[in-house]
């Protein structure tokens, strides 16, 4: 997938971003909306990381998914940064 962000003074920069989807449980509040909570990382999504070979991982939501990433990335020597958003 790739995003083209323009910036002031016509700068384009061209990013590439891998986005990989992993499965999770439907959060049942119509508050939530499309969100699910993610249940951890399955063979699969491993298998995409590795095969995508990051140098940096980015978590955006404190569940299971970035529990099992984190603990990827520490096995892996990898970077990551995570960040929550929270709503009022």
């Known amino acids: 997938m790739v995003f083209y962000f323009t910036l002031k ?3 384009i ?3 590439l971003y891998i986005v990989i989807v992993v499965p999770g449980i439907k959060i ?6 499309e969100y699910a909570f993610g249940v951890g990382l399955d ?7 590795e ?4 140098n940096c991982v ?3 939501v404190p569940d299971f998914v970035a529990l099992d ?12 940064i995570g ?6």
């Open 83 to 88: 960040n929550c958003h929270a709503y009022r």
């Open 9 to 11: 003074l016509n700068l």
């Open 69 to 80: 990433g984190i603990r990827w990335c520490q096995r892996n020597n990898i970077a990551y």
């Open 28 to 33: 049942p509040f119509a508050h939530a909306g």
């Open 13 to 15: 920069i061209h990013i």
């Open 43 to 49: 063979e699969n999504t491993i298998r995409e990381m």
């Open 58 to 60: 980015h978590f955006t």
């Open 51 to 54: 095969a995508y070979n990051p």
